[in-house]
Nanobody
């Protein structure tokens, strides 16, 4: 069992930056691939980024490539999402999730989810 808690969301102007954190509990956190997803109002939840257990492999949605960076610190059981050059269309609730699989963008393949943190980007 893994419990996930996101933090770091907030209100930022377009062009600004935020860093989201996802703290995990459970002694096997470091064995999970971790992903970030987001859900904007009236839209389906979508994949943002993922990182394998070792941090050696990462995957990004085209919409965030070059602006967002996913990383993890297994000693702290935490995964991060550094978001730069934010745009109003990045406004959404951001969720972190854990899966035993290797890198995947498929939502249903993630077993554990956090409660989400709101990110709002003003124009």
């Amino acid at each position: 069992q893994v419990q996930l808690v996101e933090s770091g969301g907030g209100l930022v102007q377009a062009g600004g930056s935020l860093r989201l954190s996802c703290a995990g509990s459970g002694r096997t956190f470091s064995s999970y691939t971790m992903g970030w997803f987001r859900q904007a109002p009236g839209k389906e939840r979508e994949f943002v980024a993922a990182i394998t257990w070792s941090g050696g492999n990462r995957d990004y949605a085209d919409s965030v490539m070059g602006r967002f960076t996913i990383s993890r610190d297994n000693a702290k059981d935490t995964v991060y999402l550094q978001m730069n050059s934010l745009k109003p269309q990045d406004t959404a609730v951001y969720y972190c999730a854990a899966t035993r699989l290797l890198l995947t963008r498929i939502e249903r393949e993630y077993d554990y989810w956090g409660q989400g943190t709101q990110v709002t980007v003003s124009s």
